[in-house]
C-alpha cells in the first residue's frame, strides 16, 4: 500500500537498497579476502574456545564428580568409624558397668564375710573372758578363803601363844601385892 500511495518513496528506498548493494560489493572487492580469513579464524577460535571450554568443562566436571566422590567416601568412612567407636564405647561401658557390679558384689561378699568373722570372734572373745573372768573369780575366792584360814590359824596361834590380858593383869595385881607384902599366899602344910 505504502508503494503505490507514494511512488517517490519506494524509488527512494529501492536506490538505497541498491546503494547499500554497491557498498557490500565495493567492500567484499577491498576488504573481502580478509573479512573472510578474519571470519575463518574467529570460526576456527570459536571453535576451539568452544572445545576447550567442553574440554575445561568435562574436566571440571570429572573433577567435580571425583571430588564428590572422594567427599562422599569420606564421609562415609568417618560415619562408620564414628559408629565403630560409639560401638567399641558403648561395650567398654558395658563391660566397665559389669566389672563395677563384680566388684560392688565381691566387695559386699568380702564386707559381710568380715561382719560375720568379726562377730564370730568377738562371740569368742567374749566366752574367753567370761571363762577367764570366772576363772579368776574363782581363783581369788580360793585365795581368799586360803589366805583367810591362813590368817585364822595365825590367830589361833598369836592367841594360844601369848597371854591373855586378864590373866597378865592378875598376875601383875599379885606381883605388886606380894611387893608390898599385902598378898599371902596359902600355907603349906
Same mark, same amino acid.
Given at each position: 500500500m505504502a508503494s503505490?500511495?507514494?511512488?517517490?518513496?519506494?524509488?527512494?528506498?529501492?536506490?538505497?537498497?541498491?546503494?547499500?548493494?554497491?557498498?557490500?560489493?565495493?567492500?567484499d572487492i577491498l576488504f573481502g579476502?580478509?573479512?573472510?580469513?578474519?571470519?575463518?579464524? /574467529?570460526?576456527?577460535?570459536?571453535?576451539?574456545?568452544?572445545?576447550?571450554a567442553d574440554a575445561l568443562r568435562e574436566e571440571l566436571k570429572k573433577r567435580i564428580d571425583a571430588l564428590e566422590a572422594f567427599v562422599q567416601r569420606e564421609v562415609e568412612?568417618?560415619?562408620?568409624?564414628?559408629?565403630?567407636?560409639?560401638?567399641?564405647?558403648?561395650?567398654?561401658?558395658?563391660e566397665l558397668t559389669r566389672e563395677l557390679r563384680d566388684a560392688s558384689k565381691a566387695l559386699d561378699k568380702k564386707l559381710a564375710q568380715l561382719d560375720d568373722q568379726m562377730a564370730k570372734e568377738a562371740g569368742e572373745l567374749r566366752t574367753r573372758l567370761l571363762e577367764q573372768s570366772k576363772a579368776l573369780t574363782s581363783e581369788i575366792e580360793e585365795k581368799h578363803r586360803a589366805i583367810s584360814a591362813t590368817l585364822d590359824r595365825?590367830?589361833? $596361834?598369836?592367841?594360844?601363844?601369848?597371854?591373855?590380858?586378864?590373866?597378865?593383869?592378875?598376875? /601383875? $595385881?599379885?606381883?605388886?601385892?606380894r611387893l608390898k607384902k599385902e598378898f599371902a599366899l596359902p600355907e603349906e602344910k
Open positions: 503505490s500511495a507514494d511512488p517517490d518513496t519506494s524509488v527512494a528506498a529501492e536506490t538505497e537498497v541498491r546503494e547499500g548493494a554497491n557498498v557490500d560489493k565495493i567492500r579476502s580478509q573479512m573472510r580469513d578474519y571470519d575463518k579464524r /574467529f570460526s576456527r577460535l570459536e571453535e576451539r574456545l568452544a572445545k576447550n568412612s568417618l560415619g562408620q568409624r564414628v559408629k565403630n567407636e560409639k560401638a567399641e564405647r558403648t561395650e567398654a561401658l558395658k595365825e590367830v589361833q $596361834t598369836l592367841q594360844s601363844d601369848k597371854t591373855d590380858r586378864k590373866a597378865l593383869a592378875d598376875l /601383875f $595385881t599379885e606381883v605388886a601385892m
